[in-house]
């Protein structure tokens, strides 16, 4: 999906959704919103944004010409962990109606207290999101000065294959990244276990940070080839940056990746 004319050759006269992620989970590739949008426009179909890694604080779809727009309100907008929930928008009003007649019939609702609690989050959004940001890139560039790194996976390093859309659709890189670890699945178990400021956890956007193993943990679902297909690896963490103070964070993970090699 990265080059919109492989989307456009896939769709079939039965496509009524065109599914987005961008960035994706967990290698931060990022596809061009706005032209995507377009090709499901002129087929007829619908596009679906999952928007929970950028949040409407660095991201916002909808001005992509983005019909629907999906958020686990677990994440960032909560940005807490203490929620499980999820957010359904759409700027067409047939859509919804439908929506909501779904969630209705379904008894999807969150309960007020959830609710109230998302709402607590979006209160603190915006700063919560400089900090993740901050943080994200530092570490960033500290991991990929470690000789025990193999490739850091973030969109606001400028050698990100594209950083430039990146920045051309989105107003920040977000607190979200990943990297490969040299010597493989072994050195990357040693790395996510002996880390003491990252909790090892599958979830991520709160205010802590966490590390995870997406081949055996977050992504662990999908078959191995499919694993290999999308360039996922044994020797792949992925870390949600939290917004604990940077030097702690670079520091705490630097010496796991030097204990890795040890």
Request: aromatic share 6%; glycine share 8%.
């Amino acid at each position: 999906m990265q080059d919109p004319e492989n989307v456009r050759r896939a769709l079939t006269p039965q496509t009524r959704g065109l599914w987005l992620e961008t960035p994706s989970n967990p290698l931060l590739n990022l596809v061009d919103l706005a032209a995507l949008a377009t090709i499901a426009r002129e087929a007829g179909a619908i596009s679906i944004a999952d928007n929970t890694f950028m949040s409407p604080y660095f991201q916002r779809p909808f001005e992509q010409g983005v019909d629907i727009v999906m958020h686990s309100t677990t994440k960032y907008l909560n940005g807490h962990s203490d929620v499980v929930g999820g957010a359904v928008i759409t700027r067409h009003q047939p859509h919804a109606d439908r929506i909501g007649y779904i969630v209705n019939a379904l008894g999807l609702a969150c309960s007020p207290f959830d609710a109230w609690l998302v709402l607590r989050g979006v209160k603190t959004l915006g700063p919560r999101m400089e900090v993740h940001q901050r943080n994200a890139l530092a570490v960033a560039q500290a991991l990929r000065k470690h000789p025990s790194v193999e490739r850091v996976y973030y969109p606001g390093l400028p050698d990100h294959p594209h950083h430039a859309l990146a920045k051309k659709q989105m107003t920040g890189f977000g607190g979200m990244l990943s990297f490969d670890v040299k010597g493989g699945g072994a050195q990357a178990e040693k790395v996510m276990t002996t880390t003491r400021l990252y909790a090892m956890a599958e979830s991520l956007g709160g205010i802590e940070s966490l590390i995870e193993h997406p081949e055996t943990m977050s992504h662990a679902s999908m078959t191995a080839a499919a694993r290999q297909g999308a360039g996922i690896t044994d020797k792949t963490l992925r870390v949600s940056v939290g917004i604990e103070h940077s030097d702690d964070l670079i520091a705490d993970l630097l010496g796991a990746l030097d204990r890795s090699q040890s």
